[in-house]
T-cell receptor, first 115, second 114 residues
């Protein structure tokens, strides 16, 4: 059974700091990995998607890496801003690559960026 | 562009009452649809998924059921709610973006059973 763990559970940083969020998963046979952002009481916004054959993906100030063999992914946020404050969720697609897309989520990291 | 709608946004229901949450997707046909629940202190958990009309698979045993009466409509139901059914319910679909399959989520329904 796939299990996803995110560390730390909560993180508070001053504005402008670079930071790293960690995600680990127990079964390396994944199809892809997706990072999401969740604002309080809201749905999930997709940030980055990494296919199992890829090592990293970048979007603006965000960079996500994937080490499939060791079951780890990191989300790097550069020059953090108060607007980055949210819960960040890591999810792995545990299907073998067919049309289904069944995600296993971590519990998330609650990020607070202080002005 | 594709969009996903969920309603209601919030719901307070007494124990033992029925439940019906609705999700619709626009701008795509024959999507795979999913219901997830986010309970307090726990991660998001997949409850049901559907690959087509009247084709529903359950991931976990529970007090809930799902139906898909139309291609782009997915409904989550219960005949009698339990306190443990409280949580944040999210509908999702997966689609292709720039050649890659990606999951997209609705805005969620906050259900409180009292």
């Amino acid at each position: 059974k796939q299990e996803v763990t995110q560390i730390p559970a909560a993180l508070s940083v001053p504005e402008g700091e670079n930071l790293v969020l960690n995600c680990s998963f127990t079964d390396s046979a994944i199809y892809n990995l997706q990072w999401f952002r969740q604002d309080p009481g809201k749905g999930l916004t997709s940030l980055l998607l990494i296919q199992s054959s890829q090592r990293e993906q970048t979007s603006g100030r965000l960079n996500a890496s994937l080490d499939k063999s060791s079951g780890r992914s990191t989300l790097y946020i550069a020059a953090s801003q108060p607007g980055d404050s949210a819960t960040y969720l890591c999810a792995v697609n545990r299907d073998s690559g067919g049309s289904n897309y069944k995600l296993t989520f971590g519990k998330g990291t609650l990020l607070t960026v202080n002005p | 562009s594709q969009t996903i709608h969920q309603w209601p946004a919030t719901l307070v229901q007494p124990v033992g009452s029925p439940l019906s949450l609705e999700c619709t997707v626009e701008g795509t046909s024959n999507p795979n649809l999913y219901w997830y629940r986010q309970a307090a202190g726990r991660g998001l958990q997949l409850l049901f998924y559907s690959i087509g009309i009247d084709q529903i698979s359950s991931e976990v045993p529970q007090n809930l059921s799902a139906s898909r009466p139309q291609d782009r409509q997915f409904i989550l139901s219960s005949k009698k709610l339990l306190l443990s059914d409280s949580g944040f319910y999210l509908c999702a679909w997966n689609g292709q973006v720039m050649g890659q399959t990606e999951a997209f989520f609705g805005q969620g329904t906050r259900l409180t059973v009292v």
